[in-house]
């Protein structure tokens, strides 16, 4: 079994409040979950309204897949358009 997490810090000039920094958030996240087949979470920023950290994990039988998946998801967080990605970090075990 291998496992990937993917933490990523996104800037989100969008929004003008914590309610819109959700509304943001939230579709992009359950856009991630349907596509991806990932868990993914806000892990850390909750309260700052234009940042926020998101951890992604993907369960794998092979190594390649869970890269390929994690590298996935950090394309379709570029190209959304409404968030910006700051810095990414991978990790597989």
Known sequence: MVIGILTIDLFLGEATSLKGKRRVLK??????????????????????????????SVVSNEQSHAHQ???AVVRF??????????DFETEIY
């Open 69 to 71: 998946t994690l590298s």
């Open 77 to 86: 967080i570029e190209v959304s358009g409404n968030v910006e990605i700051i």
């Open 27 to 56: 579709s992009l996240l359950d856009r991630m979950k349907s596509r991806f087949n990932i868990s993914v979470a806000e892990v850390g920023r909750q309260n700052n309204w234009q940042y926020s950290t998101v951890g992604v």
